[in-house]
């Protein structure tokens, strides 16, 4: 059911915790299945320095969010905002069709944090929705990227 990359992240998560004095942070869920994800970020200048994530959830959503900041950490906000949920699925050599909700929220609160620093420090941020619909997190809903 679950690939061995799924478990490892799932059994062993990366950057797990809360970042102290965060400067982003973003936090999303699905009412249907109860996964909640928060991220909190460190980012200077342009840089996502450090990235860390509390999930409440199944394991799903547990490997998604510890692929997600594996995924963006060190990168550019440009860049992290480039994360896909099917590219967090890819990593993950897959999920199971019951559980790609979980690599959307993944996404999801990626753009959030990276929303709420941009929203603190006065940029200008391109929205970008992949919103399926499944949850009630946003109002808006686009084409999801699979």
């Not at 915790?17 to 996964?35: L, P």
């Not at 450090?50 to 990168?75: H, L, N, Y």
């Amino acid at each position: 059911m679950y690939s061995e990359k799924v478990m490892d992240h799932f059994s062993n998560p990366r950057n797990v915790g809360e970042i102290e004095n965060a400067n982003a942070v973003g936090q999303v869920g699905n009412a249907k299945c109860g996964d909640i994800m928060k991220i909190y970020m460190d980012i200077e200048g342009d840089i996502i320095k450090d990235v860390k994530f509390k999930t409440f959830g199944c394991g799903a959503a547990i490997a998604t969010s510890s692929m997600a900041t594996e995924m963006v950490k060190g990168k550019t906000i440009k860049e992290a905002l480039e994360l896909t949920n099917k590219a967090v699925m890819e990593a993950l050599d897959g999920l199971p069709p019951e559980k790609i909700h979980c690599s959307v929220l993944a996404e999801e609160a990626i753009h959030a944090a990276i929303s709420d620093y941009c929203k603190k420090n006065g940029i200008e941020m391109e929205e970008k929705y992949s919103c399926t619909g499944c949850c009630s997190t946003c109002s808006k809903k686009a084409e999801h990227n699979m």
